[in-house]
């Protein structure tokens, strides 16, 4: 981690100007979309992967933009590490506008009676149990800020009967109810969370998952990361713990 992120430097009309977001899967796809858009709009973008290099490229992608990036090379799955990482950011972050859950790996569909079970936990754990935990260990910092907003991207499982998407399905659908949850135990704090299922993009995770099909059938990311934008911006303070579809959010912003 090589800058802190001090609070007298955030002061700004601007909308994004003033927050500090943390953006998981920021190495690639969706996440690093989501993050290079927030840099672009001037936000202090934490940004979370594995891929030190490729998180090097979004960071110099948000720092060409105009914005501020504080690269975390973490891995999600590493659940006895999640105290140290807070403990790494509690005294460089004053507090945290926004959680966006991005990260995720798609491994090969297969009928459920053949998923071995290192695949079924792994799928698990990234997707569901993943951004409860790291909700969980940064809540304190969400806390913080006026009123945060948490965001978990589930996918088109979290209302369609797909057969072979095994854990990954599961633990998407389960999103729509984690977001429900945790906006149920915060009843009176200015704390959201949401659930968002951006539809099938051209990314790694589409050209792994369906390797028949054309990417070029399908939006880039960069096409879908605005109604991300859309839920994290103050001007949705009141959408609170909604299953939203980006196709949607992006649909209001274009009539
Ligand atoms: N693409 C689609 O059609 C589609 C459709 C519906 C929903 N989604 C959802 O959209 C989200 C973004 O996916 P994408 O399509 O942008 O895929 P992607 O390009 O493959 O990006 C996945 C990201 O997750 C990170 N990641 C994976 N495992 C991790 C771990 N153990 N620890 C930390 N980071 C990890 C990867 O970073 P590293 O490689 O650096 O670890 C990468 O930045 C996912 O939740 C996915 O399920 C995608």
């Known amino acids: 981690m090589s800058k802190s992120f001090e609070k007298e430097s955030f002061e700004s009309d601007n909308d994004f100007k003033n927050k500090i977001i943390m953006v998981t899967g920021a190495s690639s ?7 290079q858009q927030l840099g672009a709009k001037g936000a202090n973008v934490i940004a979370l ?15 060409e933009a ?3 990036c504080l690269c975390i090379p973490f891995d999600l799955t590493d659940f006895d590490n999640y105290g140290k990482l807070f403990l790494a950011l509690k005294d ?3 507090h945290l506008d926004g959680l966006v859950h991005c990260a995720g790996s798609l491994k090969r569909c297969a009928p459920m009676q053949h998923v ?7 799928a698990l754990d990234i997707h569901l149990t993943a951004p409860n935990l790291l909700t969980q260990i940064m809540f304190p910092l969400l806390k913080r800020a006026k009123s945060a907003s948490v965001i978990f991207t589930t996918c088109d499982m979290i209302d369609q009967d797909q057969p072979n998407w095994h854990a990954y399905g599961m633990a998407k659908r389960a999103l729509g109810y984690a977001a429900a949850m945790w906006q149920a135990e915060q009843p009176s704090t200015g704390m959201r969370f ?7 993009m051209r990314t790694r995770s589409f050209e792994r998952a369906f390797p028949g099909l054309s990417p070029a059938t399908v939006p880039v ?16 303070h009141d959408v609170r713990g909604q299953l939203l ?3 949607d959010l992006l649909e209001k912003v274009i009539h």
Not at 49 to 63: F, H, M, N, V
Not at 116 to 122: A, I, N, R, W
Not at 194 to 200: A, S
Not at 223 to 235: T, V, W
């Open 29 to 35: 796809g969706l996440g690093r979309a989501i993050a």
């Open 49 to 63: 992967g594995r891929d030190d290099e490729a998180l090097g490229k979004t960071q110099s992608r948000i720092e």
């Open 66 to 68: 105009g914005g501020r």
């Open 92 to 94: 460089q972050v004053p």
């Open 116 to 122: 071995k079970p290192d695949v079924f936990k792994g």
């Open 194 to 200: 949401n659930t968002i299922n951006p539809g099938r």
């Open 221 to 236: 990311a960069a096409d879908i990361a605005p109604a991300f934008l859309q839920i994290l911006s103050d001007e949705t």
């Open 245 to 247: 579809q980006a196709s």
